[in-house]
């Protein structure tokens, strides 16, 4: 991995950990708060400095969550953020278009999406039978129960629910039905079970997902994840392109039919569902359905500085570097 970048990635986890982090907090400054999905921590930590060189009147401050978790800021916390910007769309309406207990509105009407993503496979020179998988025997070579697979949180993390979903529709795609169990399902304490119906695969989770051995590890965040996949703890990991490729590491492209990036196959992702075990968390919609990877913003109702959210978004999406390497890439 590029290892002239992975320092970067360490201060971010501080950021995440520690809430936020600013290259400035000189006094006088508006602070421009925003919330946002891991996986776009590096892009915006650049978007930053932009920003701030051509608005030195600005102090913008970027904190990092999974997409669950950076929306649960605003509408379970109550903690004020002037942007929204997570690696799900169907997030925002699903749950924010709801009342403030606060304001009485909701906590937001719009969104716009700007970004999309791909899901991968990245692995290290350090991991197991590096030089034996490819875009075919992943499934086998991930169920080896000496091969340790992370993924991220399903319960806080967009890409947790899918790194699900990809194996839940590459049972589907190699017709294997057993690639899910085999990969994830069996090695969590209870049993995560596919259930079959008319409508596709659908998989239940409880509150506190709990790997039951090795094979399986899981991290609050994808981003998490990349410390440990560096340093071999573990194999392989369920990632977004964009995160693999800033990073330097190696990855197994999928096929269009399971790597949830595609518009053309929108219906077939959708035969795959996730059910959150969320009983305490009212403002969380529980089910999950597969779609493509969009990523979306949106400007709180309540936000702080509403007018200085509306111009970085629009600083977002004018930006030339989405779509290049170690970014979302362009809608």
Not at 141 to 148: C, D, Q
Not at 157 to 163: L, S, V
Not at 237 to 257: C, G, H, M, N, R
Request: net charge negative.
């Amino acid at each position: 991995m590029n290892r002239a970048i992975f320092p970067v990635i360490l201060m971010l986890f501080s950021c995440i950990l520690f809430g936020g982090c600013s290259m400035h907090q000189g006094s006088g400054k508006i602070p421009l708060r925003v919330v946002a999905a891991g996986s776009l921590l590096v892009p915006f930590s650049e978007l930053e400095s932009r920003y701030e060189a051509l608005n030195p009147d600005i102090d913008v401050q970027v904190e990092g969550h999974g997409s669950i978790q950076a929306i649960r800021q605003v509408t379970d916390l109550y903690r004020k953020f002037d942007v929204v910007a997570v690696a799900d769309e169907s997030l925002i309406p699903d749950l924010m278009y709801r009342p403030s207990r606060e304001t009485g509105k909701n906590f937001t009407d719009w969104y716009v999406p700007f970004a999309r993503n791909e899901m991968v496979i990245a692995y290290t020179e350090k991991s197991l039978y590096r030089t034996e998988i490819n875009e075919t025997n992943w499934p086998d070579i991930l169920a080896r129960p000496e091969v340790r697979v992370g993924f991220s949180n399903p319960m806080l993390d967009a890409a947790g629910y899918r790194a699900i979903m990809v194996t839940m529709l590459a049972g589907d795609y190699y017709g294997d039905q057993t690639i899910f169990p085999r990969v994830i399902g069996d090695h969590f304490d209870p049993p995560l079970v596919m259930e079959e119906s008319a409508q596709g695969h659908t998989v239940r989770l409880p509150e506190v997902p709990r790997p039951a051995d090795q094979h399986i590890v899981i991290r609050d965040g994808s981003i998490f994840l990349l410390s440990l996949l560096a340093a071999g703890g573990i194999d392989y990991a369920f990632e977004y392109k964009s995160v693999t490729e800033e990073q330097d590491f190696f990855y197994i492209s999928l096929p269009e039919e399971i790597n949830l990036a595609s518009p053309d196959y929108e219906e077939w992702y959708a035969r795959s569902h996730v059910i959150l075990g969320f009983p305490r968390f009212s403002s969380i919609g529980q089910e999950r359905d597969g779609r493509q990877i969009v990523y979306a913003m949106t400007v709180p109702s309540d936000a702080p500085y509403p007018d200085e959210g509306q111009k970085f978004l629009q600083f977002v999406l004018g930006h030339e570097k989405i779509g290049e390497r170690g970014w979302p890439a362009s809608l």
